[in-house]
């Protein structure tokens, strides 16, 4: 079945960066579409950012456009979000999601928690 793994989470403070990465199995990779979200404690999980199979196409939430990147390895099966001049309203658990068949995302991470100190 299909697993996605992420890794790369922690504490940083105000304007700091950090990266996150999501090595994902049991599917093809190269196929599907990517994406990050993240829910913050007390919120629902929102949308930040999402990537097609080439990696040719990205699309950004408006709170972190031009704060974040995400970026993919096919030959690594691997998505990335590089995160940059952070804030405390970044804070939550971060999710990487995998595109299914019907071209949602229905594959699903366990997170990593990303904290910003302010």
């Known amino acids: 079945q299909v697993q996605l793994v992420e890794s790369g989470g922690g504490l940083v403070q105000a304007g700091g960066s950090l990266r996150l990465s999501c090595v994902a199995s049991?599917?093809?990779?190269?196929?599907?579409?990517m994406g990050w979200f993240r829910q913050a404690p007390g919120k629902e999980r929102e949308y930040v950012a999402s990537?097609?199979?080439?990696?040719?196409?990205?699309v950004y939430a408006d709170s972190v456009k031009g704060r974040f990147t995400i970026s993919r390895d096919n030959a690594k099966n691997t998505v990335n979000l590089q995160m940059a001049s952070l804030k405390p309203e970044d804070t939550a658990v971060y999710y990487c999601?995998?595109?299914?068949?019907?071209?949602?995302?229905?594959?699903w991470g366990r997170g990593t928690q990303v904290t910003v100190s302010s």
């Open positions: 999601a995998a595109e299914g068949e019907a071209g949602s995302f229905a594959h």
């Open positions: 049991g599917l093809t990779f190269s196929r599907y579409a």
């Open positions: 990537i097609n199979w080439s990696g040719g196409r990205t």
